[in-house]
């Protein structure tokens, strides 16, 4: 990565776009760094599953003939996203081998819209877990996603491919969803910052649904100051998804810089400390720390409201694969075929009860964000386990590796609250592992301070993998 345009590459998306708009660098340029990159580096980690080189050169070929001072914040910025995201000429893969014998897309997606009309060039399209159940992105029609800080381990899931392009250096910006911590647990495991919004922020039209009442849809990045570019870009209410809150845009670039004098800080206890290892704990304590945040303070039904995520899961999950399941079933994977049958299995008095504990659980910690404004936990609770692992030892209780990595991000998605995943280095000797910094409804802004405030103290950064 020697030419000025990989070096802006292996950079932050808002300096590429200054540099373009600038006239430093072509759109052209960038794309094919890019795109060259992409060629070297995926065969080691597989995070694509497919690169849209020709629409991104042409792309970049109409900014190009486009004036400097035309008002494109994110111009020639590449970017990519998450397979579930439709994308024009692409059949919409989900990571299932049933949905590539299905149509091609014939349009994009809103967010992947809003985009590429704010100047950013999209260049394809990343692996995932088969329709985001899962949270390792080992998947078997395409292959595992490789953790690029160690291509031996997992990069997390059930957005893989999305974290792993951003630490690889493939692309500065991509999007993933979140149902149960799919942002978060990548993030943490490949050591980049990620975004969950509250539930409702950003239009889901044109996405592939898993559980339509847990899907969110965010960035991740190198940088705070990227995710927010990219997370303002996309902001707006959106008819096609029903779910889109009818919110003006509450733009958060400009809030950066405002620091955290004032913002009351805790830590999560119980659930957050019981079932997070010693490395996920450091982490925690190296970020409270730096925030001033002295206090702890327990929500008593996370455990609970845990459990009602995964049932809601599974039923939700379930419905929108019942014909499939009748008629196609060794075309599933095999481990999501059968969490499917068994969501669709459910006796309904669970589901429902599931939904009550929900309820209670968002009161509780409604009144718990009356007291504070931010609250720490880990993103998941130990660092990225290698390709193929069965179990994880968790302070001496032995649990199942693949679900377990949602610990501590579910109780969180249960609730729809906004979460920016910070990535921090050191308590591990060569991985990173990730801390949720968790705000109240439609607060995006207060985690986005604190994680900047963080990374200009050099408490978390997103460094490229050595590849």
Request: hydrophobic fraction near 45%; charged fraction near 20%; glycine fraction near 8%.
């Amino acid at each position: 990565m020697s030419s000025p345009a990989s070096l802006l590459l292996a950079g932050s998306a808002t300096e590429i776009a200054r540099a373009v708009r600038a006239g430093e660098c072509s759109a052209s340029g960038l794309c094919e760094a890019a795109l060259e990159r992409i060629e070297a580096t995926d065969g080691r980690i597989n995070a694509f599953t497919a690169v849209t080189a020709e629409r991104a050169r042409a792309r970049a070929r109409a900014l190009d003939a486009l004036p400097l001072d035309a008002a494109l914040p994110l111009r020639g910025v590449p970017f990519a996203v998450k397979n579930l995201f439709d994308v024009a000429g692409l059949p919409t893969l989900a990571g299932a081998k049933i949905e590539a014998d299905r149509s091609a897309a014939a349009a994009d997606a809103t967010l992947v819209r809003r985009l590429e009309a704010a100047g950013a060039v999209l260049v394809g399209a990343l692996n995932m877990d088969e329709y985001a159940y899962g949270f390792t992105t080992e998947n078997t029609h395409y292959g595992p996603t490789r953790n690029p800080h160690d291509p031996a381990r997992v990069s997390g899931g059930s957005s893989g491919g999305s974290a792993a392009a951003v630490a690889a250096g493939q692309v500065p910006v991509t999007l993933g969803s979140d149902t149960n911590g799919s942002i978060r647990v990548p993030s943490s495991l490949c050591g980049v910052f990620g975004l969950k919004p509250t539930f409702g922020r950003l239009s889901r039209a044109g996405t592939y649904p898993f559980v339509a009442s847990l899907d969110h849809l965010g960035p991740f990045a190198r940088s705070v100051a990227d995710l927010a570019a990219f997370y303002d870009a996309m902001q707006g209410a959106d008819a096609l998804d029903p779910a889109c809150a009818q919110r003006r845009d509450e733009p958060v670039g400009p809030t950066l810089a405002t620091g955290i004098g004032g913002l009351r800080v805790a830590t999560l206890g119980g659930w957050f400390e019981t079932m997070a290892g010693p490395q996920a704990r450091a982490a925690v304590r190296r970020v409270a720390e730096s925030l001033g945040a002295s206090a702890t303070v327990e929500w008593p039904l996370a455990r609970a409201a845990r459990a009602a995520a995964f049932l809601i899961t599974n039923a939700e999950g379930a419905s929108l694969h019942l014909e499939d399941l009748r008629t196609r079933p060794d075309d599933f994977e095999p481990l999501s075929r059968d969490r499917f049958l068994a969501g669709a299995l459910l006796p309904a008095h669970w589901v429902l009860r599931a939904q009550r504990v929900r309820q209670r659980f968002a009161r509780e910690v409604a009144e718990c964000f009356a007291h504070v404004d931010l609250l720490l936990a880990p993103a998941t609770p130990v660092v990225a386990p290698p390709i193929g692992t069965e179990t994880l030892d968790i302070n001496g209780v032995v649990l199942p590796a693949r679900p377990s990595l949602g610990l501590l991000t579910q109780p969180v998605s249960c609730i729809g609250l906004p979460v920016c995943a910070v990535p921090v280095w050191g308590v591990h000797e060569t991985l990173p592992i990730g801390v949720q910094i968790i705000a109240a409804p439609w607060r995006e802004d207060l985690a986005l301070r604190a994680a900047a405030a963080l990374e200009a103290a050099g408490v978390c950064h997103a460094p490229v993998a050595r590849l």
